[in-house]
């Protein structure tokens, strides 16, 4: 069974630039999830999709921070305009249902550097 | 609202010792709890869950925790530390119910160095 893709696995911006990060869940996976984290500290949760709606969006900065599952499948986050604060780790990850029992599997992440 | 705090942010070990992470969680409903594994550049890996079923819980690698719900911990261990445990180790707490089911919040983790 393959596991969660993200893409690109690194990246470097100017601070004020955007990005784009890519993610696909498991394949049959209705429940997504971008998390951050910082060095040194936990992932935090950004936003959860079941299918192609938002479950809970609380923790995105929505002034900067979108993200989309068009096709309750495959998402993207984007970050419009990157500040240094948001050099992170951003992981993705799947699950088959909502609810905490479900075990979410992570994707390897993609480290964003902000200079 | 929930919250999980792990006591010790590196713990060290001999190989062949016992290993012990404590982790302490804030709940308001029965919780799901997870202990996470991260080794460098590589991806979170479930190491075990509790999920209100038995309260010592089994997982890969050798490695159990057990709930105990009149102290709130929820602390990792293994009787016998090999090098390749070296790695960052997270406890998770979630919700199984209401808005916030299945957001895992996260401790801040505890990095776990193994000596020869």
Same mark, same amino acid.
């Given at each position: 069974e393959a596991g969660v893709a993200q893409s690109p696995r690194y990246k470097i911006i100017e601070k004020r630039q955007s990005v784009a990060f890519w993610c696909n869940p498991i394949s049959g996976h209705a429940t997504l999830y971008w998390y951050q984290q910082i060095l040194g500290q936990g992932p935090k949760l950004l936003i959860q999709f079941q299918n192609n709606g938002v479950v809970d969006d609380s923790q995105l900065p929505k002034d900067r921070f979108s993200a989309e599952r068009l096709k309750g499948v495959d998402s993207t986050l984007k970050i419009q305009p990157a500040k240094l604060e948001d050099s992170a780790v951003y992981l993705c990850a799947s699950s088959n249902g909502l609810a905490g029992f479900y075990e979410q599997y992570f994707g390897p992440g993609t480290r964003l550097t902000v200079t | 609202a929930q919250s999980v705090t792990q006591l010790d942010s590196h713990v060290s070990v001999s190989e062949g010792t016992p290993v012990l992470l404590r982790c302490n969680y804030s709940s308001s409903y029965s919780p799901s709890l997870f202990w996470y594994v991260q080794h460098p550049n590589k991806g979170l890996q479930l190491l075990l869950k509790y999920t209100?079923?038995?309260?010592?819980?089994?997982?890969?690698?050798?490695?159990?925790?057990e709930f105990k719900k009149s102290e709130t911990s929820f602390h990792l261990t293994?009787? #016998?530390?090999?090098? #390749?445990?070296?790695?960052?180790?997270f406890c998770v707490v979630t919700s199984n119910y209401g808005g916030s089911q299945g957001n895992l919040i996260f401790g801040k983790g505890t990095k776990l160095s193994v000596k020869p």
């Open positions: - | 209100s079923a038995a309260t010592l819980v089994k997982g890969i690698n050798g490695f159990e925790a293994k009787p #016998s530390a090999h090098m #390749s445990d070296a790695a960052e180790y």
